[in-house]
């Protein structure tokens, strides 16, 4: 049950994502919830599980977007598996660590786009325009983490998972 | 210990696993460019009644909203006239939004084109699902006669090509996206280069050669070479002219001349 939801909310937040929210923000930068998303789950379900889900979210990213196939696979996928790698380093009961979290994996994001369609488009991939948005991109995936964290926690409550004090964001 | 190093290994494990998929997937779609496999096609159409019910939710809301903005110093001044003015407002707004929609529709249908190709008009439905990608989707796909590298415009000129055409919807790269070329020259001297996309809501002109004249303000039309876009439609106007002490090129900064994060409708061209 607890996965069907999670699905479901996956297919809502790539709709959200890809229709209502460039019109709710009208800004050339907008927030990824995919990596939000990837970034929770890594956070919240057991190694191995955490680690496919978001790998599967990039997926599933991959399959709406128009650019190089896999790239988000990657991305999400490692963003995974930094979820799971410093939860266990990394008390993440407050904002702080959290925040700070999530800036580097924005900032992997961004990174790896970058090398990629550098590496396998062969073009020069115009550097300012990537670079200028991200710290407005990062700040957005803060917001939105704050808001996503608690919809998600409050969805997995009211479906039968207990949400972890960890990863409440508040 | 010698659980947390079986766990640290596991967790390596699955980091190569992810690696070696990700960029086997990369690999594959880099050679098998073109239609879109299963799962695209699948995960698109699964997402695509979501997208329209979002995309007329907000419309709804905005609508609402804007009524709202309208009518509350009025509502201040006139109780007794706000329910009449509010259901003429309604109605005022709907029809205004029609005529703009049949506005923006003829102008687009109006537009010169030189060649007699088939066309159809297509309404913009969602932007890409990542953020570093310039990409539309549009409500038009294969099922309409769309087919990959189609070509989209308004009736201010270019706006993209079709990169992927599913049954029901169609992904469209923009001209600003960093894989967009466009061969083109400039309207008034004739010089040939080619237009880049640079991110953001901006386009780059190279291989523009030193002798070349250009001004900024001039107009940048399509050549016509490639074969995705016919010749003579408008792509942008020159913002600013760089010449490098050492080069063989100039290097040219060019707006578009489509306001490409206002897009709504266009009018996508149908191959032969």
Redo the contacts between chains.
């Keep these: 049950m607890l996965y069907l939801v999670y699905f479901f909310s996956i297919i809502l937040v790539f709709a959200f994502q890809t229709s209502a929210l460039p019109k709710i923000l009208p800004s050339d930068t907008l927030p990824d919830l995919a990596l939000i998303c990837a970034f929770y789950f890594g956070l919240k379900m057991k190694e191995q599980s955490g680690i496919t889900l978001a790998t599967l979210i990039g997926f599933f990213q991959d399959c709406l977007s128009g650019g190089i196939f896999g790239i988000n696979t990657l991305s999400k996928g490692i963003t995974g598996f930094l979820a799971v790698f410093l939860k266990g380093f990394v008390p993440m009961n407050n904002v702080f660590p959290l925040g700070v979290c999530i800036t580097i994996v924005s900032l992997l994001d961004g990174i790896i786009f970058y090398l990629i369609t550098s590496l396998f488009t062969k073009r020069e991939i115009v550097q300012d325009s990537l670079f200028h948005s991200l710290p407005t991109f990062i700040f957005m995936n803060l917001i939105s983490a704050w808001i996503l964290f608690s919809m998600i926690n409050k969805l997995s409550a009211r479906f039968g998972g207990k949400p972890k004090s960890a990863i409440t964001f508040d | 210990m010698q659980k947390k190093n079986s ?1 640290g290994k ?2 390596f494990t ?2 190569s696993f ?2 070696i ?10 050679k098998l460019r073109g239609n879109p ?1 299963f ?2 096609s ?3 159409t ?2 695509f009644p ?6 007329s ?2 419309q709804k809301a ?1 609508n609402l909203f804007n009524d709202y903005i309208f009518l509350a110093n009025v509502s201040q001044k006139n109780e007794k006239l706000k329910k009449e003015i509010e259901k003429l407002q309604n109605q005022r707004n709907k029809l205004i939004e029609s005529i703009f929609q049949l506005q923006r529709e003829y102008n687009i249908l109006q537009r010169p084109l030189k060649s007699n190709r088939k066309s159809i008009m297509a309404s913009v ?9 310039k ?1 539309v ?1 549009i409500d038009k796909g294969s099922n309409d006669g769309l087919a990959k590298n189609s070509a989209t415009v308004t009736d201010l000129g270019i706006v993209g090509q079709v ?2 055409a599913n049954p029901k919807s169609s ?3 923009l001209i600003s996206d ?2 967009s070329a466009v061969d083109a020259i400039f309207q008034r001297s004739r010089d040939p280069g080619v237009v ?1 996309g ?5 386009c ?1 002109m190279r291989f523009v050669s030193m002798e070349a004249d250009v001004k900024e303000g001039d107009k940048i039309i399509s050549s016509g070479m490639g074969g995705v876009f016919p010749k003579g439609l408008t792509i942008g106007t020159v913002s600013k002219i760089i010449k490098k002490k050492q080069g063989l090129f100039q290097e040219i900064e060019v707006v578009p001349s489509v306001d490409l ?1 206002r897009l709504e409708e266009m009018l996508v061209l149908l191959p032969d």
């Design positions: 766990k596991k967790l699955t980091l992810i690696l998929i990700s960029f086997a997937l990369i690999s594959v779609s880099q496999t799962f695209q699948a995960i698109t699964l997402i979501f997208q329209t019910f979002f995309n939710t907000i905005e439905i969602g932007k890409d699902s990542g953020q570093w990608l990409t989707i990169i992927e992904k469209i790269l960093n894989r880049f640079a991110g953001k809501q901006m780059k994060s």
